[in-house]
């Protein structure tokens, strides 16, 4: 999905009556690709007024338009001659959401998980973007802090949950350890230096 926003991006940026600047940055792009219903369909599940948001996107766009488009530009047809450039920024997050999607199919939330990357990461100036989101009423918290389909999907195919195992009765009593259990829980209780290791030979019941 990201190819082809990025591809009409482009597409976009080229035509001599085009309102958007010929540098295409992740506001550019984010305006482009609220032209697919699927990028509208994940925005609104985050409580993004779509409104509000072109509203936002295009005052920014056509006003950095302006200032691109006062020198004398060349056209043949109503396509633009001049280089259409991905900004540093974008080209930048693309790539991170390359790296986020791990070889799925690279989708807008893995754009927008990128974008705060990026952000956080303090390589880029992708932060107005998510200001801009954040505007139109986007809702970070629960984007942030939701787990992806499939996200534990490796962890559940090499690895027991233990939690699980003794909830559903699977894993026996652990008899005569009540002191080992107690330094446990006050090692695990530090603020500091509250990792631990359990040694001893097979059998001996680490693992309950």
């Known amino acids: 999905m990201l ?3 990025k591809e009409n991006a482009i597409v976009e ?3 001599a009556d085009s309102h958007l600047p010929q540098l295409i940055s992740p506001s550019v792009f984010t305006f482009v690709a ?3 219903a699927a990028v509208v369909e994940f925005l609104e599940k985050y409580k993004t007024d779509i409104t509000t948001l072109k509203s936002i996107l295009r005052t920014q766009l ?3 338009s302006r200032v691109t488009k006062v020198r004398t530009v ?3 047809g109503n396509i633009n001659l001049n280089e259409v450039i991905l900004t540093q920024d974008l080209e930048n997050t693309l790539g991170v959401a390359t790296d986020i999607a791990n070889g799925e199919e690279e989708t807008f939330a893995h754009f927008i998980k990128a974008c705060y990357h990026v952000h956080e ?3 880029g100036q992708t932060g107005e973007l998510l200001g801009q989101l954040q505007t139109a009423g986007f809702d970070f918290n629960k984007f942030l802090n939701e787990k992806s389909a499939g996200d534990d999907s490796v962890i559940n195919e090499l690895c027991t949950n233990l939690n699980e195992e003794a909830k559903a009765g699977r894993i026996d009593n652990l008899i005569g350890r009540k002191d080992e259990i107690l330094r446990l829980c006050e090692v695990m209780g530090k603020k500091k230096k509250n990792n631990i290791v359990l040694l001893g ?5 680490k693992t309950q």
Do not use: D, F, M, Y
């Open 74 to 76: 060349r056209t043949q």
């Open 121 to 123: 990461s303090g390589e």
């Open 13 to 15: 940026c080229r035509k």
């Open 3 to 5: 190819q082809q926003i």
């Open 62 to 64: 056509e006003s950095q």
């Open 34 to 36: 609220l032209n697919e």
């Open 201 to 205: 030979k097979a059998g001996v019941g």
